[in-house]
């Protein structure tokens, strides 16, 4: 990959600016909103070399708050698994490099995480209209 300029000339890249209104009274809201929201980082790759500049992206100490979503091409729907399977790939190798420097707790933790998920994911039901019934969020 030609880098140009710096590592992450490469990169889309946008941010996301999240705020909560239900933790503020009205004062606060219309006052220095900028330091009262959040802001998420959102990259885009979107060629398999991108992915390895994950790595020097993401502090291992980011994992435990990271999730990715793969957008698979639907222009070619026959080739989804391809698609997603390649992605997937992607991200474990990143997530390789990233791994050996977390803390050894926090790893455990992280992995207890997504086996507690995975052993307790539900499928979402649907009322007769097709609106997703909404459950109740267990925290574990």
């Not at 994992?63 to 698994?81: K, V, Y």
């Not at 707790?105 to 994911?121: G, S």
Request: proline share 4%.
């Amino acid at each position: 990959m030609e880098e140009i300029c710096s590592d992450y000339g490469n990169f889309d890249c946008s941010y996301l600016y999240i705020r909560d209104f239900h933790e503020q009274d009205q004062e606060t809201q219309n006052i220095g909103m900028e330091e009262n929201m959040g802001r998420i980082n959102v990259w885009l790759i979107s060629e398999e070399d991108m992915g390895e500049m994950l790595a020097k992206i993401l502090k291992p100490e980011d994992l435990e708050f990271t999730f990715a979503i793969i957008m698979p091409d639907l222009d070619q729907p026959w080739d989804i698994m391809n698609q997603c399977e390649k992605w997937m790939q992607v991200l474990k190798s990143a997530i390789f490099k990233i791994s050996p420097n977390l803390d050894f707790k926090l790893l455990e933790k992280l992995r207890e995480r997504i086996v507690n998920l995975c052993k307790t994911y539900e499928e979402p039901e649907f009322d007769k209209d097709g609106k997703l019934i909404s459950k109740k969020i267990r925290k574990n």
